[in-house]
């Protein structure tokens, strides 16, 4: 074969194999832009990880009241129904007021009687006091006598007799005139010292009026008010006629406006969580629909802490389990929101702002 030909036929061979080396090629760039494409997703996605922090274990919870009052008796009428929303100060029911309005008859009556008794032992100090100076005079006259008497005495005026009658007689009133001061001094004490104190002053009417004021809350109390408004339930456990202990339960009271998402996430997942953080709260009842709200504390122990039997891991017989640390988010509501109960089961993103860098890698 001439060079010619050898030269034509290699030229021909390139021509057939170019296509097959450009399949090559290209096959070789797609290979290396897909793992191109798969690094950089995931380098992407890991870089955007770690900002949210998910948890479906989270409930709503609100203020949960069991209503009760202090004070004991006969319910006489309740004035609520079962599932009726009720405003702050609402009255929920009433126990019978006589025996309250009888305590306060005889605390005010006591109250009155106790005034009456310090006006009388001022005035009983005032004439002790009268009564100390006529003693004193008769006392100042007694000695007198027995001067007297002394002197006549030797010079047979009077008779011995005579002279021990003045000597006893002086001896028995001024014993008269000290017991008459030792009672003035005990009837000052009872007046605090004071002989023209004001009687509502005085420890004694103070705490007569205390007796009357315990009676008026006594009283007060036996009408059960809302603390604050809510929906109340369970109200048939109370009947009227029914005798209610002091303390004891009545029915149920639900808060239908401090309401809170209590979340449980993982003690892992709240390396940046914290409070201020915005969270997104969807509700199993409602799909779809999605309330905001803020992260408004981090508990400062994990829930196992507080359990009945908190866990021992002193016996050697340790293994580790990932904590669940509570958080307490302020939900935000419009008011054509449906209704948030209590119990519901809810999810939770919370979105803490974090970026990853390239540094974490290292």
């Not at 919870?61 to 319910?75: H, K, Y």
């Not at 009888?102 to 009456?116: K, P, Q, S, V």
């Amino acid at each position: 074969m001439s060079q010619a030909s050898a030269a034509l036929a290699a030229r021909d061979v390139d021509v057939a194999l170019r296509p097959r080396r450009k399949s090559r090629l290209l096959r070789s760039i797609l290979m290396l832009g897909g793992i191109a494409v798969v690094a950089g997703g995931a380098l992407g996605f890991w870089l955007n990880g770690g900002r949210y922090a998910y948890t479906d274990d989270a409930y709503v919870q609100a203020a949960v009241l069991s209503v009760s009052t202090d004070v004991s008796g006969l319910v006489a009428e309740i004035d609520v129904h079962e599932g009726e929303r009720v405003a702050k100060g609402q009255v929920l029911f009433r126990i019978d007021p006589r025996q309250f309005d009888i305590a306060l008859a005889g605390a005010e009556a006591n109250l009155a009687e106790t005034a009456l008794t310090m006006e009388a032992m001022k005035r009983d100090y005032r004439r002790m006091l009268h009564d100390i100076d006529a003693k004193a005079a008769q006392v100042a006259d007694d000695q007198a006598n027995l001067g007297r008497y002394a002197n006549l005495v030797k010079a047979g005026g009077v008779t011995r007799a005579e002279y021990d009658d003045a000597r006893f007689k002086l001896a028995s009133d001024q014993q008269a005139l000290e017991s008459l001061r030792a009672q003035a001094e005990a009837e000052l004490a009872r007046l605090s010292g004071k002989p023209d104190i004001d009687v509502t002053k005085t420890p004694q009417y103070l705490e007569a009026a205390a007796k009357v004021a315990e009676a008026e809350r006594e009283l007060e109390h036996a009408t059960v008010r809302a603390p604050f408004s809510g929906i109340v339930t369970e109200v048939d456990h109370l009947q009227p006629g029914q005798y209610l202990a002091a303390s004891t339960g009545a029915f149920g009271l639900v808060s239908d406006e401090h309401v809170w998402v209590e979340a449980q996430p993982k003690e892992i997942e709240l390396t940046w969580v914290k409070p201020g953080d915005p969270v997104d709260v969807t509700v199993d009842t409602y799909p779809g629909r999605v309330w905001h709200g803020v992260v408004e504390s981090i508990a400062p122990s994990s829930g196992s802490q507080f359990s009945i039997l908190p866990a021992q891991n002193s016996s050697g017989n340790w293994v580790k389990v990932v904590q669940r640390i509570p958080v307490r988010i302020r939900v935000d509501r419009r008011p054509d929101d449906p209704p948030l109960r209590t119990g519901m089961s809810v999810e939770t993103e919370i979105d803490t702002g974090h970026h990853r860098t390239l540094q974490d890698l290292f």
